[in-house]
């Protein structure tokens, strides 16, 4: 087994160099890919924690192309093989893969290609493994190395269990001496030890990455009209651009998609209700289009690994922490800037809630239902850098990040327990006095002294606390209200969000305990209209080169039709925008931009220079 490693300090550059460079067209490795690829190289099992966007594949694909033999990927995410195997064949790379989706000559040929050492990487769904035929195929052919993609879906514990990577286990049974690389981007203590102990990794090295994603802005804006404030924000700040927009439910995920188009932006609706060809059809045209959105329930998402994802959007509460990091971490893989954005305000919370209530399951699971969005929900109302608070979560620790709405324009806190304290007086006078409980908006309805006619029909104008609340806006009320619920000092119940005390709350009313409070931005919107937070898509492309990259961008389309690929396979928009900052003369030239390895300049070089030369 050749190591390809040469001896001799920076003397020559290693076989897993040379390979990132000819093939990839990749000048250097990032953070821990070079330690991962020696280490797997020379034989060793590797656990690989990175986060979606950390560069996970060349961390099996350089190794197989060094070791002899074919690498076997074990990968969940059967829709998108083809298109990982087209994206490496269009790099040279000799790949196949094996699935339910395939006729049988097809998979007879692949079989003979693998059994023939005629390939580097065949990569597998995992119910093959169960197959006795599959186990005598291995057998029959030089295995390079095993890597178990997605390798979360081996726990119990994560919210993509799949029974079938629990045969996982065979392989080491059965070829003890071949290296195993287990990568995952789902970072949790708890699905970290169950991979080690299912897949018998224990004498396997850690790679753990930081799962910060510097390219990524975070922010979360008050919501008014979250269509609107949706439309304004894709107009101002990402026009032309591949965005995921994310909602509850399936009716607002078709109301928003119609919205969007209405106004003149491409965008398909994705949900579990629609017939499974439209689904495929929509997520396909997601891959192969450029600037198309998505709008989508969580269903759709899971292996997108569209490189160019500008931006996800939220119109409604993701449920954990570690949900939202999942759906926003599909944003901005290929390293550019890209922004995650959400409007988040207190019917989220009453509607949350009122979900984990009518949850089925016993007490305790809704009790840790509830952990998990106290701790959403105080991403949300934080006024500290939100890039720590999502870092934290991972029991990582940072200083302020500098690009997340809270760093960029701090929100002020202000000193909430009066208002805090007449909300919940309002709400316990009201139960005690007439043993009736109402809902957010009457209350601060009563708070502000409005004689509308339910509160006339109630006498609730006789109320103590009727009026005393004018200092405030109703906005402001709202927002005094979705906070104490976000910090339990309120509760919500049954089907009409009534609100009603928890044992929390007496500490206000009596106790003499500070409610400090997030203020209330009147008009969030408006900001980014004369100055928009997200930085362009090309940052660092000068204006003069734009239509050079435009140009670009239309013979890449025309390209990835012609090949029936996904526009990014081609190249990536970095690579495009390298090449129109650097407007190459020659193949030599273009051969140094990154992105641009052996297999890529022979293929596309020539009409790429004849673009540039047009321009
Ligand atoms: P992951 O699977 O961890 O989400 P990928 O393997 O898809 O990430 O890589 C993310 C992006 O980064 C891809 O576009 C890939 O080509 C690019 N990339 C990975 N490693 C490097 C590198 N060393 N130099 C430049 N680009 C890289
Ligand atoms: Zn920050």
Redesign the pocket.
């Known amino acids: 087994m050749g190591t390809g490693r040469t001896s001799g300090e920076g003397a020559e550059t290693s076989a897993a160099q040379q390979v990132?460079r000819r093939v990839?067209g990749?000048?250097?490795?990032?953070g821990d890919?070079s330690a991962i690829v020696e280490h797997v190289i020379d034989g060793g099992d590797a656990l690989v924690l990175?986060?979606?966007?950390?560069?996970?594949?060349?961390c099996y694909q350089i190794p197989a192309l060094v070791r002899p033999g074919v690498g076997v990927v074990i990968s969940p995410l059967i829709a998108l093989m083809q298109d990982q195997v087209d994206a490496l064949n269009d790099l040279g790379v000799r790949a196949g893969f094996l699935n339910s989706t395939q006729y049988p000559d097809e998979r007879r040929t692949v079989e003979a290609q693998f059994v023939a050492g005629e390939l580097d990487l065949l990569y597998l769904a995992p119910e093959r493994l169960r197959m006795e035929s599959t186990m005598r195929l291995l057998e029959r052919g030089e295995v390079a190395l095993f890597a178990i993609d997605e390798a979360h879906c081996v726990s119990q514990w994560g919210h993509d269990f799949r029974p079938d990577y629990l045969g996982l286990s065979l392989l080491h049974e059965q070829w003890p001496h071949i290296p195993r690389i287990a990568l995952t981007?789902t970072a949790t203590e708890k699905t970290r030890d169950d991979i080690i102990q299912r897949l018998g990794l224990d004498s396997a090295r850690r790679f753990v990455s930081s799962f910060d994603r510097p390219n990524i802005q975070y922010r979360i804006e008050p919501k008014n009209r979250p269509e609107r404030q949706l439309l304004e924000f894709i107009r101002t700040e990402h026009p032309d651009d591949a965005g995921i927009v994310y909602c509850l439910s399936r009716n607002s995920v078709e109301k928003t998609a119609a919205f969007l188009t209405e106004n003149g932006i491409t965008a398909v609706p994705y949900h579990a209700g629609l017939d499974n060809r439209t689904r495929a059809a929509h997520q396909s045209r997601f891959l192969r289009e450029d600037g198309l959105i998505v709008v989508a329930t969580i269903a759709f998402g899971m292996g997108i690994?569209k490189?160019d994802v500008r931006f996800v959007a939220h119109l409604d509460l993701p449920k954990s922490v570690e949900g939202y990091y999942q759906e926003t971490g599909r944003a901005g893989?290929?390293?550019a800037p890209a922004t995650a954005w959400m409007v988040y305000g207190l019917s989220d919370v009453v509607q949350q809630r009122k979900l984990i209530d009518m949850s089925d399951g016993d007490a305790a699971h809704r009790r840790r239902l509830q952990l998990h969005l106290d701790a959403m929900l105080a991403l949300c109302e934080t006024v500290s850098c939100r890039r720590t608070g999502l870092l934290a979560y991972f029991a990582e620790s940072g200083p302020p990040c500098g690009n997340c709405d809270t760093c960029l324009s701090p929100p002020e806190s202000w000193d909430g327990t009066v208002a805090a304290q007449k909300m919940l007086s309002a709400v316990l006078r009201l139960d005690r006095e007439r043993g009736q409980s109402f809902g957010a908006g009457h209350i601060v309805d009563i708070l502000r002294g409005k004689q509308n006619p339910k509160v006339l029909q109630h006498d609730h104008h006789e109320l103590t606390v009727f009026g005393v609340g004018n200092d405030l806006s109703d906005t402001e009320w709202r927002g005094v209200v979705r906070q104490l619920l976000a910090s339990g000092l309120l509760a919500v119940r049954g089907d009409y969000g009534v609100l009603t005390l928890t044992d929390a709350s007496a500490e206000v009313l009596f106790d003499g305990r500070r409610v400090p409070l997030r203020r209330e931005p009147e008009r969030a919107s408006k900001r980014s209209r004369t100055a928009p937070m997200g930085k362009p898509t090309a940052p660092d492309l000068a204006s003069a080169d734009l239509p050079v990259f435009e140009k670009l961008r239309e013979w890449r389309a025309a390209t990835a039709k012609e090949q029936g690929v996904p526009a990014y396979i081609v190249f990536?928009d970095a690579t495009l925008r390298e090449i129109a900052a650097r407007k190459p003369v020659s193949m030599a030239q273009l051969g140094e931009v990154?992105?641009v390895g052996e297999n890529k300049l022979a293929k596309y070089g020539q009409p790429v220079l004849e673009v540039l030369a047009e321009m």
């Open positions: 990132l990839f990749y000048s250097s490795f990032r890919q990175m986060p979606t966007g950390g560069g996970k594949s060349l981007a690994d490189p893989r290929d390293g990536h990154s992105g």
